[in-house]
């Protein structure tokens, strides 16, 4: 269907408007439906791009053996439906271990009783610069771990009379179903965080980190998630995979006890997260904690249980909300204060550094502003639409939208590399005059408007643009106004 | 109201250097584009849904009336707009000599179709530069 990230969020927020209704009324009417959702459907083992109620029930029971009034209808309200086995998902964590201190790598919390799961990604307490590292509550605190115990790397700290040896950090705040919510409040996470050592005084050493997650780069703060985003996660079992959110409302059961002894704890608004070919699984018992991410690097969600092939985790938005975080970013002037990489020292060849490097530039005048917000209304659907919408990935690909992109980032990085006019035929102004097309005809009527706007604008640009320090010189000298577009005295042809 | 014929604009067009490689890449280039017009249904379709016979002819009477305007906007459709599809269906269907013409000039073209009411502006705005036009000059 080709549905925009914008379009897919208009739809699912107007069945959400309707699932408390649909849910009483199907819990009501039908026997053995635990919980109800709005997710992408799926037939025959694929997620498909429609939108329906997703309905977990204990048992799915051959319909010829039912009576109508016990058959779920195939559509409620106008809206499909899709029935799904309910499943009791477990924690998970493990015992291997690996690499240095970077997202989704091996850590263990004292007194969990060994048991090791992942470190997400780094984020500070609101207000404050000391960093943090994320994970679940379930790894580095559980049933009996505390907050004030070490963190450690890559097992959990071993100590003795004299050292905790392999710490690299003290826990400051968990939460989890299990142990702390108050009676009444929802169970909605299980994280926790814990300070680096190296940043109070009287500490010993200090401890390095990088804003990165192994496999996938730098970070870029945090994001809202939507279904059908495309997700990526690093953990110390299956390291890198991708997978699709098919639910971010979803009701999940875990079990934190065993099977002889379990003990069950419902949590509401998860996340729910499927494999994507040729990954077989998302995650894997050892995965918890890792950070999901979407296509621009940010952090989407706090992975923390799953079964079988599908994973289940925390929003973000609801984790850093509960703890008073915010996740780090590598793009964002100010951040990043103590044994990082700068974020101008970091790779160049990733596109999403030079996009950030451009809004650091673009931040330091008023005019800037105003673009890198049309930027930020715009680029998911933009990157939702090149990844995912024919029409506009053939042209961007036949264009050679990614090697002008590589040159721009090369340039970026030697200002002295020129930007080639063309490329296998193709210039850069072919390139935008297709792009502009297909976004138009292919976007949602916001996107169109802006190119209609900003299109003549962008033109100009690319053919005055000699690098990133030129983009604040051009926006000055070179002003333009969304409506017209055209340069002022001082372009090439008004002289 | 004064009338101009479009060759007396033609002759003062060729006596600048920018207004003479106009006129070659016009000559290069416009068999083609008619024959996209009158026979390629992708540009055909772009031509006409985006009023492009109604431009054209706004834009050869503002040649021929030195005081006429040409609208910047028809039933919704604004001139850059048609000039900008047009550009992308042109260099999807036309040769490649055609797509690098549209490439190193479209920006030229189009913000003449911004700033300009008439071909006679637009004719004024070739007449004050005397020089040829290098795409990607700053």
Redesign the interface.
Known sequence: MGWSRQERIEIHDRLVAMLDDVRKEIMAKYKGVKSVDVGLKETEGKLRQQFAFIIHVEEKKDPNALKPEETIPKEIRGVPTDVQVYRIYTIQVDTSAYSPLWGGIQIGGQGTGGGLGTLGCFVTLTGDTKVHLLTNHHVIIGMNGAVGNLVGHPDAPSVCCCCACGDIGKITAGQVGVVTPPVGTPNIVDAAIAILHGQNAGDDEETRFTNKIINIGPVFGSAAPIPGDIVRKRGRTTHFTEGTIDIINHSPTVNYGTEDNPIHITYVNQIRVKPNAPYPRFSAPGDSGSAIVNNLNQVVGLHFSGSGDLSIANRITQVIDRLGIAVMSSGTAGTIPLSAVEADALPHAHPVTFLARMEQQLQRTEKGKELIQVIRDNRHEVLDLINDNREVKVAWNRYQGPSFVGHLIKNAREPEHQIPRDINGYSFHNLLIKMSDVLERNGSRQLARTVEDYALAAFNFAEAYTGLDSLNNLLEQHAFCPNCGTLNKNSAYAR | MKMYRLEVLEEQLVATPLGRQIRDIFEEHVEEVMMLINHNRQVMVIWHRNLGPEFINHAVRSGMEKDFEVPREIKGI?L??LL??M???L??NGS?AL??T???Y???V??WA??CNSLHQVFD?IK????E?T????
Do not use: Y
Not at chain 2, 128 to 131: D, L, V
Not at chain 2, 135 to 138: D, L, R, V
């Open positions: 604004q850059t707009t900008r599809r550009a992308a269906v260099q999807e490649p797509a690098r549209i490439g190193n479209s920006v030229l189009l913000n911004q700033r705005e004050k530069i005397n020089a036009f795409p990607g000059t700053k």
